[in-house]
């Protein structure tokens, strides 16, 4: 038995054999959640049952929890939500449901996306490297406060959707020497707390290649550190179907593992709520393309926001029935 051990633990030093792979991420952003609770939207089984919304997605699969970060919150929708103290709340009600966390740091008081990547407030009048100070001191606060409750992300998103950069206009990508500088503070402070976390970067169009081609010559070529390339990926907004898409989707994805041998992984991802037997067939056929890259290198799919209702939230792509019960969509994740 010893001389077994012995060869297995020189062949896996030697690269001849590998670790277990992670389990593949099944994933859900539910930074809305916390919210419909304090509005008194309540949840229901496919029963009728009244039952936490996050034990809710666990029995349809999901693994994993993906919850943003807002450095002051606007009130958006009428009270500050997605805040440092909000955000490791979620995270321990994830934790005890046994749920992997990631955290998304938008680097905003509120929704940064392709269209806007507004500064804090408190951020504004900065010079550039007290801002690089902002990104560092924001993004180790929130991970070392997690970490004091007993809590490690395994991924951290160190921007949300930046395609055209972050925290405009210093950090955008006609700038990518300070937009290079910002994002090395975000994977510094995250490795700090625990070098084990995954720094993503995350784009939104994953089926567009010449997108991901563009930010991420720029990135290698200015020096930016990261470990996986996040996607967005919503037939919906390009007007497409998945049927016509997600051959892009997977090359892209390829692509990307070959060029910049990086994990890939479908951060965002969604279809209109009433179009059931769609949103169910993309997922699965998502899921399936994911799972099926070599090498595991596709680590997962997560839905945005599948329990933002459109009688609550008034946004088309969740995956809720407005009487509080999951879209037999979901199943999907069961697979």
Known sequence: MKLIYKISLFLLLAGAIRPCQAQF??????????????????????DGKAKDCLLLLKERGINTIRLRV??????????????????VEMAQRAQKLGMRLMIDFHYSDSWADPAKQNKPVAWEKHSFPQLCNDV???????????????????????????PGGMLWPDGSTSNWPQLAQLIN????ATKTVDPKIKVIVHLDE??????????????????????VIGMSYYPYWIN??????????????ND?????????????????????????NMLTAVIKAVRAIPGKRGLGVIYWEPEGARSWSHYAL?????????????????K
């Open 25 to 46: 991420a099944k994933g859900a952003d539910v930074g809305w959640l916390p919210q419909m609770e304090a509005t008194g939207f309540k949840f229901y089984d496919s």
């Open 70 to 87: 807002w450095v002051n919150p606007s009130n958006d929708r009428g009270s500050g939500h997605c805040g440092k103290k909000e955000t």
């Open 136 to 162: 560092y001191k924001h993004t180790f606060e929130v991970l070392d406060t997690l970490k004091q409750v007993g809590i490690t992300p395994e991924w951290v998103q160190v921007g949300n959707e930046i």
């Open 185 to 188: 503070k975000g994977y510094d």
């Open 206 to 227: 994953g089926n567009n290649n010449a997108k991901y081609r563009t930010f991420f010559d720029n990135a290698t070529q200015h020096g930016v550190r990261y470990d």
């Open 240 to 253: 497409k179907s998945y049927k016509a898409t997600l051959g892009d989707l997977v090359g892209n994805m």
């Open 256 to 280: 990307m593992i070959a060029h910049y041998n990086k994990d890939v992984m479908i951060v965002e991802i969604g279809e209109e709520d009433r179009l059931v037997d769609e949103t169910y």
């Open 318 to 334: 969740g995956c809720w029935q407005d009487d509080g019960k999951p879209s037999p969509a979901l199943d999907a994740f069961k």
